[in-house]
């Protein structure tokens, strides 16, 4: 089995590489892939380690799965070697902050979506019942696809499309449960609140007004942080804006995508 992530991939023309949260796996991004690949990019969407076709890492950490990201960034080659542009969801947001830490030679631009620069507080308490609490259902014998069907509903905003909540069902019902645990314990420990100021790419942050897992008061602070970036924030949608409202989202990532990279004099 390759050590190097499985990924879909469509379109040819700049690179940009799309990290999932949690409850994903490649399909979570499918209406980016087409989108993207329409407008002339290369669109490339992961399974994160132990995800889809990905061999799992072992220890489960921020640090592995950036290296194996990174190794993924380097096997796609990017055409004339210019730097990728790294979106991440939820917790591929955290996945793309600690791969832009370590490898900023490989990132050109980055945009954050649902998600943060540390998990909740670090006083250990909290945390373990956080992982107690979204490990529950497993532990009562319930299968993801059950799990999948209970949170799912609980993230979307009043504005979600159906269809884009039936395949973040479909995606979280596909993860399997042991990655899905190891995850959940990696989650609690991220926290690159500090290094913010040090990402030296532009940076778009995008917020679903009603995300209760990354509320806007909390993306707004990091966009305050980081030096080069823009923040946007999607009315009525929560959690899982990339399929909750799919066109909305496509045009802030194109608009950005498309902005002339100037190089700032610092």
């Known amino acids: 089995m390759s050590t190097t992530p499985h990924y879909s991939t469509l379109g040819s023309g700049p690179t940009v590489l799309?990290?999932?949260?949690?409850?994903?796996?490649?399909?979570?991004?499918?209406?980016?892939?087409?989108t993207l690949a329409q407008a002339g990019f290369r669109a490339v969407a992961w399974d994160m380690p132990g995800y889809g076709h990905s061999a799992p890492i072992e220890p489960y950490t921020f640090k592995g799965l950036a290296e194996r990201c990174i190794a993924l960034i380097e096997s796609l080659g990017s055409p004339g070697r210019t730097?990728?542009?790294?979106?991440?969801?939820?917790m591929g947001g955290m996945v793309a902050q600690e791969v832009i830490l370590r490898r900023p030679d490989l990132v050109g631009r980055l945009v954050l979506c649902g998600t943060s620069s540390s998990f909740g507080k670090p006083d250990g308490e909290w945390q373990r019942q956080f992982v107690q609490q979204r490990s529950a259902p497993l532990d009562a014998g319930q299968t993801m696809a059950d799990v999948a069907r209970s949170l799912v509903p609980g993230m979307a905003g009043p504005e979600a499309l159906p269809e884009g909540l039936r395949l973040a069902e479909h995606c979280m019902s596909l993860v399997s449960p042991g990655t899905y645990r190891r995850a959940l314990e990696a989650l609690v420990t991220f926290n690159r609140r500090e290094a913010l100021p040090l990402i030296g790419v532009p940076t778009l942050l995008i917020a679903g007004e009603k995300d209760p897992n990354a509320p806007p008061s909390v993306m707004q602070k990091m966009a305050e942080k980081i030096p080069d970036s823009r923040y946007a924030e999607m009315a009525g949608i929560g959690h899982l804006?990339?399929?909750?409202?799919p066109d909305a989202f496509d045009q802030l990532l194109i608009d950005f995508l498309r902005e002339p990279l100037h190089h700032r004099l610092h």
């Open 83 to 90: 730097p990728l542009t790294l979106v991440g969801h939820s």
């Open 18 to 34: 799309m990290l999932h949260g949690i409850g994903g796996g490649h399909l979570a991004f499918a209406p980016q892939l087409e």
């Open 241 to 245: 804006m990339n399929l909750e409202a």
